[in-house]
């Protein structure tokens, strides 16, 4: 086993690609690189190589670097089985239950559409590390482009039961957007109010937010909390069934 040294490459707008390095074999793999210049640079600085790119799904904003990363490295591409063909350059395909192994790094590959009909996340549990693209962002979720609320809610789920003490390496930085809009459907969580405080704050500052851990998701992200009564109650929805809830609060995050 391996503990990954993992590095922040912040891109575009608000991406963040994430840099994995396993110290032991100098195994090296970027998730989702949207721009490949950033990812060579970092690379450089440390001296290190790639031999490998992680995607998580096909956004171009997940995805930009791929092709580029692999002609300058002799880097693989691992990537979602069941969106192979909209992968560039996809060498690896990987599904739910799979393992793939970065040096003496273990990645369990989840299943988790919603965001995409093919989006999959990265588990490494030896490094409390997910990387889990655009499903769940830090008190937030991303937009149901090609899934339904039901597909969404059982990913989101499989997500949640992962260790607490897990770093959610998620591919935006929404931290921010998403702390107002949970505080409106959630607003009696004083664990939600303290880390939307400390949300601003470190915003305020330009300090980045990712990664967040599994546990604090739980407890204040409103769409792992779909099947609280308190966030039914809050959207009008009391009794109702947590995906009529969950779909509630991703089409009032929509419009926010
Ligand atoms: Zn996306
Ligand atoms: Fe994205």
Not at 9 to 22: E, Q, T
Not at 35 to 63: I, K, Q
Not at 174 to 184: D, E, G, K, L
Request: some cysteine; hydrophobic content about 40%; glycine content about 8%.
């Amino acid at each position: 086993m391996s503990v990954l040294e993992i590095v922040r490459i912040p891109v575009l707008r608000d991406n963040y690609v994430w840099l994995l390095h396993c110290p032991a074999t100098g195994a090296t793999a970027a998730v989702d690189p949207a721009v490949a210049e950033p990812v060579d640079r970092a690379l450089a600085a440390r001296g290190w190589a790639l031999s490998a790119v992680l995607n998580t799904h096909h956004h171009a904003d997940h995805v930009g670097g791929n092709l580029a990363l692999k002609r300058r490295h002799d880097a693989i591409v691992v990537g979602p089985a069941a969106d192979a063909d909209r992968i560039p350059g996809i060498d690896v395909k990987v599904g739910e239950g799979d393992t793939w192994s970065l040096g003496d790094a273990t990645a369990h590959v989840l299943f988790v559409p919603g965001h995409t009909r093919g989006h999959i996340a990265f588990h490494f549990p030896e490094s409390a590390a997910l990387f889990c693209g655009d499903t769940l962002f830090l008190m937030g979720c991303g937009r149901l482009f090609e899934g339904t609320p039901a597909q969404m809610w059982d990913s989101l789920r499989r997500l949640r039961a992962l260790p607490g003490d897990s770093r959610v390496f998620c591919a935006h930085e929404y931290t921010r957007s998403n702390a107002r809009f949970a505080i409106q459907v959630d607003p009696h969580n004083d664990a939600l109010r303290r880390r939307a405080e400390e949300v601003e704050r470190a915003r305020r500052h330009g300090h980045p937010t990712v990664p967040g851990r599994l546990d604090e998701e739980r407890a204040t992200n409103p769409f792992l909390r779909a099947d609280q009564p308190a966030l039914a109650h809050a959207v009008g929805l009391d009794g109702a069934d947590p995906v009529e809830v969950f779909a509630e609060l991703r089409r009032r995050k929509d419009n926010f």
